[in-house]
């Protein structure tokens, strides 16, 4: 049996009710009003730069996660986590941190994230007060009897370079529909607050409409950095919320977040007892009507089939938490819909509310579906399977093949050069030591370029255009796997972040179909700045001035 640690245990109830993994957006620039305006931030003379990408441009893996990061200030108490690979690590019999060689007396257990597998944690396991400069970290330890031996190089600037934003951002409440909503200030949150506040008010009224219920008060924490899919709940519901967002959404369809989300706070009051995991998805799924975008879930699932991923339902609720986001989400939704299409609303709530003892996922459904719906889990399993192969297929299977692979690659990325906290060891992310865990990313060219890259290629999915998007998940593909940026596609999006960096800037989002890009002045600044470019020379700038200030 697997030892529950404190933070284990922080994370399983995250996970087991209520886990929801989302997605997040990148609002500004479709909510904006292009006009040209005055703007404190002085726009580059220059309209021809160009900027020649380096020879090889590559990104850096982190063996050892170290938040808040990737940049460390003087003052920062890092905590440190080590990825171990894999899912359900059972037994950590020995762990030494060391610093430049000396032993670190803090002490590691194991955590885990239901999308990127387990890890080691050790909170708080250094204060750079007085670190100025270059270091080692080493870590070795003992996992299931496997050894496990990482150093990580890492640098301590000093405090007065920490980013102005993070000196003065605390967390600020914001009453908006069902929630108290928590938001950074100077963060593009705090900016589009009131987009947010009309999207948070108007999906709770949907969501509270479809069940006939009240969502009871919740707190939402709006975060500026990329956290998994982008959507967490727990004790609290965490969204990231940021304008270089390389997520598993687009701007448009960031409600279905919100959606999703309120759905997992409502159903929770009708679980009945060990309502399994994937129930709680499947409902969540359904009342989306797709999983991070408008999706035909019985095509969908029809695909799945296709593809040969459409699990029996015990295999299927046995493996949940091991088995591909995207295909058991797909699995989970069309289940529900089957269900409700088959035996009605009524009795699939009675189904979700069941009270049964088994601990198994799939003896509490073939108990369940026995007693509400009148079928055990096989007979079940075969009437799914047969409204599976009823279902249209349209172009459902190189969707959801582009989606799965794109988001494994994204995930792989994030695993491997853009790893995210695990800060849900506090009951509130905002009990975290430092707000800076919510808002600090990398802002170099070369990730900047990776990440809008991954954007861009999610966009093209997400609209439908798969015969484009496919060689963009190709490239991506090859660039995680080797950390080299480099290729055809990717080639533009580096130059052009490059070309912005040279000038002061941050690169937020480019679409190399119409040559339109979005760049930013160095935090604080949060106003979007649209840079136009011809022939891979960047050639305008133009302020932008959003609707929603
Ligand atoms: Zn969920």
């Known amino acids: 049996m697997r030892r529950l640690s404190p933070i284990l245990l922080a994370v399983a109830l995250a996970c087991a009710p209520t886990v929801a993994v989302t997605e997040t957006q990148s609002a500004p620039v479709s909510t904006s009003i292009e006009q040209v305006a005055p703007t404190a931030t002085p726009l580059p003379s220059s309209t021809t730069t160009t900027t020649q990408p380096p020879p090889t441009a590559r990104l850096s893996p982190r063996p050892i996660w170290l938040f808040p990061g990737p940049d460390h200030f003087e003052g920062d108490v890092l905590t440190a986590q080590v990825p171990l690979g894999k899912f359900d690590a059972d037994e950590l019999t020995a762990a030494t941190v060391t610093l430049d060689g000396v032993e670190v007396a803090v002490s590691g257990s194991l955590s885990g994230d239901p999308l990127l597998g387990d890890y080691l944690m050790f909170a708080s396991a250094i204060d750079t007060t007085g670190l100025l400069g270059d270091h080692m970290l080493r870590v070795e330890a003992t996992v299931d009897g496997s050894s496990i031996e990482v150093s990580q190089?890492?640098?301590?600037?000093?405090?007065?370079?920490?980013?102005?934003?993070?000196?003065?951002?605390?967390?600020?409440?914001?009453?908006?529909?069902?929630?108290?909503?928590?938001?950074?200030?100077?963060?593009?949150?705090?900016?589009?607050?009131?987009?947010?506040?009309?999207?948070?008010?108007?999906?709770?009224?949907?969501?509270?409409?479809?069940?006939?219920?009240?969502?009871?008060?919740?707190?939402?924490?709006?975060?500026?950095?990329?956290?998994?899919?982008?959507?967490?709940?727990?004790?609290?519901?965490?969204?990231?919320?940021?304008?270089?967002?390389?997520?598993?959404?687009?701007?448009?369809?960031?409600?279905?977040?919100?959606?999703?989300e309120f759905t997992h706070a409502i159903s929770r009051s009708l679980d009945g007892t060990h309502t399994p995991w994937p129930l709680n998805e499947a409902m969540a799924v359904f009342i989306t009507g797709g999983h991070f975008k408008d999706q035909p879930l019985g095509p969908r699932a029809k695909?799945?089939?296709?593809?040969?991923?459409?699990?029996?339902?015990?295999?299927?609720?046995?493996?949940?938490?091991?088995?591909?986001?995207?295909?058991?989400?797909?699995?989970?939704?069309?289940?529900?819909?089957?269900?409700?299409?088959?035996?009605?609303?009524?009795?699939?709530?009675?189904?979700?509310?069941?009270d049964h003892d088994e601990q198994s996922w799939s003896g509490w459904m073939d108990a369940a579906s026995s007693a509400t719906l009148g079928v055990d889990l096989e007979t079940l399993d075969d009437g799914f399977r047969e409204w599976v192969d009823e279902q249209p297929l349209g172009n459902q299977i190189q969707d959801l093949e582009l989606t799965i692979a794109l988001q494994t690659v994204r995930r792989a990325y994030q695993a491997a050069y853009a790893p995210y906290p695990n800060y849900f060891i506090y009951e509130s992310v905002r009990d975290a030591p430092q707000t800076a865990?919510?808002?600090?990313?990398?802002?170099?060219?070369?990730?900047?370029?990776?990440?809008?890259?991954?954007?861009?290629?999610?966009?093209?999915?997400?609209?439908?255009?798969?015969?484009?998007?496919?060689?963009?998940?190709?490239?991506?593909?090859?660039?995680?796997?080797?950390?080299?940026?480099?290729?055809?596609?990717?080639?533009?999006?580096?130059?052009?972040?490059?070309?912005?960096?040279?000038?002061?800037?941050?690169?937020?989002?480019?679409?190399?179909?119409?040559?339109?890009?979005?760049?930013?002045?160095r935090e604080p600044d949060l106003v979007p700045i649209v840079v136009s470019v011809d022939n891979g020379r960047l050639v305008g700038w133009k302020q932008v001035v959003s609707a929603t200030n």
């Open 303 to 354: 695909a799945l089939a296709m593809l040969g991923r459409l699990l029996p339902l015990d295999e299927f609720l046995s493996d949940f938490t091991n088995l591909q986001h995207e295909a058991r989400y797909v699995q989970a939704g069309a289940l529900a819909t089957y269900i409700v299409e088959t035996f009605g609303w009524e009795a699939w709530l009675d189904l979700y509310g069941a």
């Open 153 to 260: 190089a890492f640098t301590v600037h000093p405090d007065s370079q920490r980013p102005p934003q993070e000196r003065s951002a605390r967390w600020v409440p914001v009453e908006a529909g069902c929630c108290t909503v928590y938001v950074l200030e100077s963060t593009a949150a705090d900016r589009d607050i009131a987009l947010l506040t009309s999207i948070i008010e108007d999906t709770t009224d949907e969501v509270e409409q479809r069940f006939g219920l009240e969502i009871a008060p919740i707190d939402l924490v709006l975060l500026d950095v990329l956290w998994g899919n982008g959507g967490y709940a727990g004790g609290e519901v965490a969204i990231s919320y940021l304008d270089r967002d390389f997520g598993p959404r687009t701007a448009d369809t960031v409600a279905l977040t919100f959606v999703h």
């Open 437 to 521: 865990v919510a808002l600090r990313e990398a802002g170099d060219p070369v990730t900047a370029a990776v990440e809008t890259f991954i954007a861009h290629a999610q966009q093209l999915v997400i609209e439908g255009h798969l015969d484009e998007a496919e060689p963009f998940v190709d490239e991506l593909e090859a660039i995680v796997a080797s950390g080299v940026v480099a290729g055809r596609l990717v080639t533009p999006f580096l130059e052009l972040a490059l070309a912005v960096d040279a000038e002061g800037f941050e690169l937020l989002d480019y679409n190399p179909i119409t040559g339109t890009g979005v760049v930013t002045a």
